[in-house]
T-cell receptor, first 112, second 105 residues
């Protein structure tokens, strides 16, 4: 049982480049979300989705886009990477917002 | 907007000592979660607290929930080195800043 799978695990980007962080879950969860983790700031919600075709902004959405074409996949797109987006990114899925989250392994992104 | 606040953010303990981590949240949710994160790893679920007065225990960790006070606690009893990690509380889709626990021999 794979759970939540994120790729890649590590990535280095140059300022201005774009990329997509992939997230897939096999638990048939409706709710999926993206977080970034920065020292001393915990996990901050970037975007989330309540089902295929439905997405919404979290606390820190600027510079990121998401889409949800299937229940399984929830990619996060960085449109034009900036050094401030250097962080560890986690994808999570859950049955509903009030249920525990299952996390992917994380993507460590460095923007130079 | 829901806010989740943890304290302390850093905790250095001697082995064998007891301590409590506090988690305050700002909504009327009756569910709260605790997670553990080891360095360089993802978050793993520790406890799910589903109602007012809920108490869960596993080993040297015990979590409780007071929905009226909007407060959850994670109590550590007779700490051991293996408990060194960062602990997060979560409510709905929000998380606290985390408590980095270091247990020293």
């Amino acid at each position: 049982n794979a759970g939540v799978t994120q790729t890649p695990k590590f990535q280095v980007l140059k300022t201005g480049q774009s990329m997509t962080l992939q997230c897939a879950q096999d638990m048939n969860h409706e709710y999926m979300s993206w977080y970034r983790q920065d020292p001393g700031m915990g996990l901050r919600l970037i975007h989330y989705s309540v089902g295929a075709g439905i997405t919404d902004q979290g606390e820190v959405p600027n510079g990121y886009n998401v889409s949800r074409s299937t229940t399984e996949d929830f990619p996060l797109r960085l449109l034009s990477a900036a050094p401030s987006q250097t962080s560890v990114y986690f994808c999570a899925s859950r049955v509903s917002p009030a249920f525990q989250a299952f996390f992917g392994q994380g993507t460590r992104l460095t923007v130079v | 907007e829901l806010k989740v606040e943890q304290n302390p953010l850093f905790l250095s303990m001697q082995e064998g000592k007891n301590y409590t981590i506090y988690c305050n949240y700002s909504t009327t949710s009756d569910r709260l979660y605790w997670y553990r994160q080891d360095p360089g790893k993802s978050l793993e679920s520790l406890f799910v607290l589903l109602s007012n007065g809920a108490v869960k225990q596993e080993g040297r960790l015990m979590a409780s929930l007071d929905t009226k006070a909007r407060l959850s606690t994670l109590h550590i009893t007779a700490a051991v080195h293996d408990l060194s990690a960062t602990y997060f509380c979560g409510c709905d889709m929000r998380f606290g800043a985390g408590t980095r626990l270091t247990v020293k021999p």
